[in-house]
């Protein structure tokens, strides 16, 4: 059972911690994937701010040339001298060429005329043939658009002419194009722009301009001012771009739209830097994350674990008895009803079997309660070393196990484990240094014999352990139908007996007790007696017993102290004495009740004398010595019957204050059969008479006993010899007319002839 709890709470664990796991790691890998993300998406947007201001310092660059180039192209000199047909080379080699060169670095240049033909080169080394057709190919779309603006700033005047209206000077730069080309696997700014007068002018018709296209190579200087303006490092050229992702790039198109190369940088990555300085901060955050979450993992698994066990030590402890460790009472009767849904049948059935320890309370009382659980726990081990593996054993209260048997062929086979328990106890049990024999009584009943119902079958193993109880313990009994009618027979006889006591129907008779040194009657007992309308005289053997158990006995002894103390009167010489039963005896008001009862028939106390038996000491000690001495001091007086039946303990004559000890009948029926008897009773007389008790010998039935009795001097004499219990009536006739009679007998010479027999067979 443990074990089951133990994996349903790691169950309860895993249920609580793979979802956290899951939690963790999903959140975990969601930061991760979001700074990737973020990081890449700010690199993106970083490079391409990056490639934008790249893009401007070009533009602004190109835009610088065409700026340049406006004191050359917006020149009438220049004019004039490119509409000429036949150009004038040296002049435009000085003036605009090596001009432009010197002033700006455009180390080449190109005039395209007005039909639109390279009419004139320049080159700061004079190299040949560099304007190649591929060249002219490549420009000739720039060159196309600048011919295109400057024709159509000629705008239609009202009188049919055309006014040029492109303003130069407000604009600070030509009619221009620019843009970049490779010539010979060098890049190359260049600006094509328009040659125009300087003042506006008005034509009559619009003709094309001439074109000049200044040069200048993008190389290591324009390079480096480029990186400054848009603060990239490592600016370069190449023609084929690097697959470095640190390296970010451009591409270089020729206007016709031809890649003729990559500027390339090392590209600045905010996202990246970001990425490696927060990277470790978050790995170590992760790791943090993870070692947390394993000690809370960790926690949570001893804490269910914990708890899991806390709850099966629970349900254990609520299960289980705890001095025995067995299984308790309702654990019991669960695992009897699981036990009865299983199919029953003769040969594969079901027992019940209550055991109970016999005189358990008397153990208790004699030798205290850590004994008594001593014995509790030394019987609980021998009862589970016999029982089968089919069976279990519980505690259901004090003294009282019960065992469940299933899987059980016929009866048998019961009996044989029933006899096996009682060989258990053949043994005595050893605490501290007493060794007691301790028997037990058993009461079992069957499935499916006896019902297949768990309340069925407890109820009838409790009337067979009744059974077993009534006929002497130390002994099994299996339920038969029979005892159920001697239970209900009970019943019928305990409300029957319940009536007598209300309707006055009980009667007492009284046994005369005699002085033995007087011969003469001192004392009467006052014995229950009732007579069943139908059945006839029952027994006070066992009608005491059944008020005892039924709780009448409060009543019955009430009604016979108060008819015993009510016909006191008419023996005014005699002490009455009254038989209280323990029940009756611990009854917290007894002792008023008494003293009401004396009141009430105005009887001395030293009348009357109360008999108990040493059961009544079978548990608090205290209140019993109490009302004992109570009960003295008010002069009632007490005796203490059937002295040496039962658990006889010297103790109780030490500590309690009787004032008169009646030896039991069974020490007197043996006088005749043992040595050790007479042994016996010579003893117990010497030791009341030590004690200052008076001794009163109880059912002397022969000349002998009370032969004997008497010289060994016990004080008083009671019995079938001098007289059986008698009606008031006949009591009053008995004293009478045999008072002297009895003196008589007593003194007969047959008394010394038994006693001189006697001493001979002693002999
Ligand atoms: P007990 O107190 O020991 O009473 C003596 C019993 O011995 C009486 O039995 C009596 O009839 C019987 N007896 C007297 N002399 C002889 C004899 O020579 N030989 C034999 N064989 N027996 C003799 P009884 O009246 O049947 O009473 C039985 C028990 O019932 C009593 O034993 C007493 O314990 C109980 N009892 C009787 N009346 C009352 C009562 O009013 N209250 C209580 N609590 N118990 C009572
Ligand atoms: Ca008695
Ligand atoms: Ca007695």
Redesign the pocket.
């Known amino acids: 059972m443990k074990a089951v709890t133990e994996g349903s709470g790691g169950r309860i664990a895993n249920a609580i911690i793979i979802p956290m796991i899951a939690v963790v790691v999903l959140a975990v890998a969601c930061v991760f994937g979001l700074m990737i993300w973020s990081s890449h998406t700010s690199d993106k947007s970083a490079v391409s701010s990056q490639q934008t201001l790249l893009d401007g310092a070009i533009t602004l660059k190109l835009d610088q040339m065409a700026r340049q180039q406006v004191g050359t192209v917006v020149w009438d000199q220049a004019y004039f001298k490119s509409a000429n047909p036949v150009l004038n080379q040296p002049w435009l080699f000085s003036n605009v060429g090596r001009w432009l060169d010197d002033t700006y670095g455009f180390s080449r240049a190109i005039l395209i005329s007005r039909e639109s033909k390279p009419a004139f080169s320049y080159d700061a080394n004079l190299v040949r043939n560099w304007d190649s057709p591929e060249l002219m190919n490549q420009l000739e779309h720039s060159v196309a658009r600048v011919r295109a603006k400057y024709i159509t700033s000629f705008k239609r005047t009202p009188s049919g002419l055309f006014r040029f209206t492109a303003d130069h000077q407000t604009e600070g730069r030509a009619l221009s194009e620019n843009g970049l080309v490779a010539i010979d696997g060098q890049i190359y700014f260049f600006s094509a722009a328009a040659i125009t007068q300087e003042v506006h002018t008005i034509a009559a018709v619009r003709r094309p301009p001439a074109v000049l296209i200044s040069f200048q190579p993008m190389n290591e200087e324009a390079l480096a001012k480029i990186a400054r303006i848009s603060g990239l490092s490592q600016l370069h050229y190449t023609n084929a771009p690097s697959d470095d992702s640190a390296i970010a790039n451009i591409v270089l198109k020729s206007p016709k739209g031809n890649t003729i190369g990559y500027l390339e940088w090392r590209a600045n990555r905010p996202g990246t830097e970001m990425l490696g300085q927060v990277t470790p901060v978050l790995l170590i955050l992760a790791l943090a994350i993870v070692g947390l979450t394993i000690g809370v993992m960790d926690f949570t698994r001893q804490t269910t674990k914990k708890l899991a066990s806390s709850q099966a030590e629970a349900i254990h402890t609520a299960r289980h008895d705890s001095l025995s460790g067995l299984p308790n009472r309702s654990q019991f009767s669960q695992l009897l009803q699981e036990a009865l849904k299983l199919p029953q049948s003769e040969t594969d059935g079901s027992a019940v079997v209550y055991i109970d320890l016999d005189r358990f309370k008397d153990i208790n009382d004699t030798l205290g309660h850590a004994a008594g659980d001593e014995v509790i726990r030394a019987v609980a081990a021998r009862l589970q070393a016999v029982i089968p593996d089919n069976g279990v054993i519980a505690r259901i209260s004090g003294d009282e196990f019960a065992m469940l048997l299933t899987h059980c062929d016929g009866q048998d086979w019961v009996e044989h484990i029933l006899s096996r328990i009682q060989d258990q106890l053949v043994r005595p049990i050893r605490i501290e240094n007493n060794e007691l024999f301790v028997s037990l009584s058993m009461g079992a009943a069957m499935a499916p014999r006896d019902g297949i119902d768990s309340g069925e079958l407890l109820r009838k193993a409790d009337i067979a352990l009744y059974d077993a109880k009534g006929n002497g313990r130390g002994r099994w009994s299996f339920f038969d139908p029979s005892m159920q009618e001697h239970v209900l027979a009970q019943d019928k006889m305990s409300r029957e007996l319940r009536r007598a006591i209300d309707e006055d129907a009980l009667e007492?008779?009284y046994?005369p007790q005699c002085d033995a040194k007087a011969n003469r009657i001192v004392a009467i007992?006052?014995?229950?007696r009732w007579t069943h309308p139908d059945i006839g005289p029952i027994?006070?053997?066992s009608f005491?017993p059944l008020a005892e158990d039924t709780g009448l006995?409060n009543d019955?002894?009430l009604w016979?102290l108060r008819r015993a103390c009510r016909d006191a009167h008419r023996w005014p010489d005699l002490v009455v004495s009254?038989?209280?039963?323990p029940t009756?005896f611990k009854h917290p008001r007894f002792v008023e009740k008494v003293l009401e009862t004396l009141e009430d028939f105005h009887l001395p106390p030293g009348r009357l004398e109360i008999?108990v038996?040493e059961n009544v000491f079978a548990s608090q000690h205290k209140t019993i010595l109490t009302s004992m001495k109570r009960l003295k001091d008010l002069g009632v007086k007490v005796a203490l019957?059937?002295f040496g039946s039962g658990y006889s303990s010297l103790s109780y004559l030490r500590r309690f204050p009787f004032d008169t000890l009646?030896i039991d009948?069974d020490f007197i029926?043996n006088l005749d059969q043992s040595q050790e008897a007479l042994a016996i009773l010579t003893t117990i007389i010497h030791l009341g008479k030590a004690l200052g008790m008076t001794t009163v010998a109880?059912?002397?039935?022969t000349r002998e006993q009370i032969a004997f009795l008497s010289e060994n001097g016990c004080n008083r004499m009671?019995?079938?010899?001098i007289s059986?219990?008698l009606g008031d009536a006949a009591l009053e006739a008995f004293l009478e007319d045999h008072a002297m009679d009895i003196a008589m007998k007593l003194a007969d010479k047959t008394v010394a002839n038994a006693m001189g027999e006697l001493r001979t067979a002693k002999a």
């Open positions: 007492i008779a046994q007992e006052a014995l229950a027994s006070p053997a005491i006995i019955l002894g016979v009254v038989n209280v039963s009756q008999e038996t019957d059937d009646k009948r029926s109880e059912g002397i039935e009671q019995g079938y010899l059986r219990p």
